[in-house]
């Protein structure tokens, strides 16, 4: 049971260069989340899914966009990358059951490592 | 205010010793609470959820006051295995898909 996929694992990119980050999870998770993880910043959410066609803002949007096309894949993408925009992004996923969902932990990959040059 | 707290650390306990972390959360309206573990340039990892009665998990015991609006984390007889950065994660309310708050998280290093 592989969990909660990332791809790629590392990556190097030059200004202005855009690229997708693809998450796929084999849980059957309802919601699904995309993080990034700065020295000093803590985990921040970029964006999240509570479901296969839905997409929402989080804490720290601008510069990517996402989409859920399928209830196991979700996708980041950057349009053009820019070096604020280099940090360690995680994907996670949780389930939604009724009112029990918020005590259910999110599962992470293992995330991705991008560097804007 | 940050919504999650945590002192930074780093704790340096020796193997044996029992420690503690504490956390403060913002939103009085927070459901749920969390600890995760995160090793070094790994993904944060579920270590115990957090009940408002506080629960046991071997030498994990985890306090929550909602009063205070304040949870701990106690590691006893701690092990070089514990060594690792602990995150308080906040469940602010059911709105954003169950999206976390994260501390920023305190670094623990368990020495022989």
């Known amino acids: 049971n592989a969990g909660v996929t990332q791809t790629p694992k590392f990556r190097v990119l030059k200004t202005g260069q855009s690229m997708t980050l693809l998450c796929a999870q084999d849980?059957?998770?309802?919601?699904m989340y995309w993080y990034r993880q700065d020295p000093g910043m803590g985990l921040r959410l970029i964006h999240y899914s509570v479901g296969e066609g839905t997409t929402a803002k989080g804490e720290v949007p601008d510069g990517y966009n996402v989409s859920r096309l399928k209830k196991q894949n979700f996708l980041l993408g950057l349009e053009s990358a820019a070096p604020s925009q280099t940090s360690v992004y995680f994907c996670?996923?949780?389930?939604?059951?009724?009112?029990?969902?918020?005590?259910?932990?999110?599962?992470f990959g293992d995330g991705t490592r991008l560097s804007i040059l | 205010r940050k919504e999650v707290e945590q002192d930074p650390g780093p704790f340096n306990v020796p193997e044996g010793a029992t420690v503690a972390f504490n956390c403060t959360y913002s939103n009085s309206a927070s459901q749920s609470f969390f600890w995760y573990r995160q090793d070094c340039r790994k993904e944060p990892k579920l270590l115990m959820s957090v009940y408002s009665s506080g629960n046991e998990d071997g030498r994990f015991t985890a306090q929550l006051n909602r009063a205070s609006q304040y949870i701990s984390l106690l590691i006893r007889d701690s092990k070089l295995s514990d060594s690792a950065t602990y995150l308080c994660?906040?469940?602010?309310?059911?709105?954003?898909?169950?999206?976390?708050?994260f501390g920023k998280g305190t670094s623990l290093l368990v020495t022989p």
């Open positions: 996670a996923s949780s389930y939604s059951i009724g009112q029990g969902a918020s005590r259910q932990p999110q599962h």
């Open positions: 994660v906040v469940n602010p309310k059911p709105l954003s898909g169950y999206a976390l708050n």
């Open positions: 849980m059957n998770h309802e919601y």
